[in-house]
């Protein structure tokens, strides 16, 4: 019987990550920075940078890490804000790290898409605040180019929006259920046997 939720396994996450990274490289967008969404882009990012190096410069891409919140009750958060606002947990060092880059935002779903709207629109901002300390002459080629991979995408109407000239990648586009990750797992024994278990199972009868 379904519990409703979907466990993903490491392997299957991995293997998504791989075929996305196929995707991204032939795409025009290459990235060279990634910055993580924390706590569930963690994963994902790494693993993300393993698919994305560059066999002939051998060079490992750079992850900076944000920590952002939407469920997580943080002291100091409303009733109103909780499941609505973004609440940083943990922001960039110096933003000039931003210019000049093609910066893979990363996460591990796109649920209602509140949390990516906010990540890209203040990564933005910061970008802008350090353009504008250059001058007008040192802009050229600075602009940092954004795009965006999660592992999972819900079809779903989405609370959020991204700017359409954003590339977006999505390693998998899922149904609105709630998907269980390894790394939120202790027993990952537990839940391994459950996802295989699921994958066995026929298909429940529209
Ligand atoms: P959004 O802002 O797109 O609604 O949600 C982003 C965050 O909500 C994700 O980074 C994740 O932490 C959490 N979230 C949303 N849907 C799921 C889900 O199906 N499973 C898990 N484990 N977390 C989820």
Redesign the pocket.
Known sequence: MSDGHERVTYSDVHKLIGKAAERIIQSNFKPDLIIA?G???FFPARVMRTFLKDPSTKRNIPILAIGLS??ESLPGTTEEQLGKA?VRTQWLGPSKELLGRKALII??????????EYAVKELQKDMELELAKLDENEREGQRTKFGVFVV?N?RKPK??TLPPDIPYFAGAEVDD?????PW?MKDIDEHDRLAALAKEAPPIPQ
């Open positions: 969404i706590g569930g882009g939407l469920y973004v996460d591990e779903v796109d649920d209602s898409r509140t949390t990516l999972h819900k609370a959020g259920v709630w998907l269980d990750y939120e």
